[in-house]
């Protein structure tokens, strides 16, 4: 029953910094697959990074360089770090969790899998140029 809460979003300049959190409730396993999705408006659902037991990462190519997915495993806690911030950025950003783990394609988290077993609510991020 493991249950997400993200926070984080807000309204920034481009080029500014946002850090979101993912607060994981429940009893989420260790063996699991982590991942930062956005959804802007009228679009899809992409993944923006991915991270699974080991700390092993994978990341969109448009953030890549610019975005960290990281967590906190005592605190249970998920974070996406955002740098240089595009008007491009601009999304409803949804953390996920599913408990059976990443699925590895040469040894990184696949970025295509997003039948995740648990979403967050979302947190609004809006970039100004």
């Known amino acids: 029953q493991v249950q997400l809460k993200e926070s984080g979003g807000g309204s920034v300049q481009a080029g500014g910094s946002l850090r979101l959190s993912c607060v994981a409730s429940?009893?989420?396993?260790?063996?699991?697959?982590m991942a930062w999705f956005r959804q802007p408006p009228n679009n899809e659902r992409e993944a923006v990074a991915v991270i699974d037991l080991d700390g092993t990462t994978n990341y969109a190519g448009s953030v890549k360089g610019r975005f960290t997915i990281a967590k906190d495993n005592a605190k249970n806690t998920l974070y996406l770090e955002m740098n240089d911030l595009k008007t491009e950025d601009s999304a409803m950003y949804f953390c996920?969790?599913?408990?059976?783990?990443?699925?590895?394609?040469?040894?990184?988290?696949?970025?295509?899998?997003?039948?995740?077993?648990?979403w967050g609510q979302g947190t609004q991020v809006t970039v100004s140029a």
């Open positions: 996920a969790y599913d408990p059976w783990g990443c699925t590895l394609i040469n040894g990184s988290p696949s970025l295509v899998n997003t039948d995740y077993r648990h």
């Open positions: 429940g009893n989420p396993a260790r063996s699991s697959c």
